[in-house]
């Protein structure tokens, strides 16, 4: 069986995403995760970082893989051979933005389909950009990420010199 491929930047993994990827390989039986690289974000983990971190958070699903790819997910797709894609929706923002790529990627390569998944009530609103916002001032999400993830968050802002909190304006 081939697999669905689930992509995105991933920096970093949520539970939010872990919960999309356990799902998805109960329907579709195998997914394969890909870091898409784009040149217009400055992810804070690298490619590297970013697949190991998926791999601790899905060793216990089974059929999950990992990859990387710097390029369109249709040229991705079309070099794997592969035509099914699942994408996690929080909301209809979510939505609205998802159908426009699906379109374009169904523009690109007619074969390709998407399948959305909606997010788990209880963690539509996770999302990366406020995970990594939250621990860069020091303070964790309980629940959006796993053990992993709040790890090597911790450390990748601890060796960034980052200040932990806003500053006080009163104590400068």
């Avoid at 669905?4 to 995403?17: C, E, K, L, R, W």
């Avoid at 195998?30 to 970082?49: D, G, I, N, Q, T």
């Avoid at 923002?93 to 990627?105: G, P």
């Amino acid at each position: 069986m081939k697999p669905v491929v689930y992509a995105g930047s991933f920096d970093p993994i949520t539970n939010g995403h872990v919960d999309i990827i356990r799902r998805a390989a109960r329907v579709f039986g195998a997914v394969r995760v890909v870091v898409l690289s784009s040149p217009h974000k400055k992810p804070l983990f690298s490619v590297e970082e970013r697949l190991d971190l998926i791999r601790k958070n899905t060793a216990e699903i089974p059929s999950v893989s990992a990859a990387a790819y710097s390029g369109l997910l249709v040229d991705y797709l079309t070099q794997e051979g592969l035509s099914v894609v699942v994408r996690g929706v929080r909301g209809m923002a979510d939505a609205e933005e998802e159908a426009s790529y699906a379109y374009a990627n169904r523009l690109l390569s007619p074969s390709i389909e998407v399948v959305w998944l909606p997010a788990d009530p209880g963690l539509r609103f996770v999302s990366s950009s406020a995970v990594r916002e939250s621990f860069s001032y020091g303070r964790d999400l309980p629940g959006y990420v796993s053990q992993y993830t709040a790890r090597a968050l911790r450390a990748k802002f601890s060796s960034k010199n980052i200040p932990s909190g806003p500053k006080d304006p009163e104590k400068n």
